[in-house]
């Protein structure tokens, strides 16, 4: 009886979730596991398969929260701009995903041309409250469409 509990609470805690962001015929598969973000170029439902391929991860458990940005680039790429939290890693090197940290007065040059009224539609927020990335993305009249699916 004891580990049936420990399994299920194990379950719970561990609830592993994927994001597939898309935008002009680009789709980045995310997979949030124990406070990580895995990002895999293409459209992926697979935990495993993102987890195991991924381009770029953030590690947030020291900070506890995730905040960043998603910019869909014309050339395809997709670039992760910090926000200020998170450990950024590259898995595998020369992929269409790449993260940037800029200072901070360059990072709010970059970023306050996205925001509304001056808005370009091809930024995308990032959050581990999915409720909360939805919802600001929506203000900011993002049209980087996300599609949030849970295991």
Known sequence: ??????????????????????????????????KKSYFF???????????N?????????FDDF????????????????RN???KFSAVKRGGKIFFKTYESPEHSRITEKYFPPNHFNNLCRLSDNFEFEAKTNKEFKSNVLADYISE
């Open 41 to 51: 170029y293409g459209n992926c439902d697979n935990e495993t398969k993102i987890i």
């Open 53 to 61: 391929e991924a381009l770029v991860t953030i590690d947030w458990k």
């Open 66 to 81: 995730l905040n960043a940005f998603l910019i869909f680039h014309e050339d395809g790429t997709v670039e992760i701009l």
């Open 1 to 34: 009886m004891f580990f049936l509990i420990l399994t299920v609470v194990g379950c719970l805690n561990g609830e592993k979730k994927i994001v597939l962001y898309k935008f002009k015929g680009i789709t980045l598969s995310r997979c949030d596991a124990d």
């Open 84 to 86: 200020g939290v998170g």
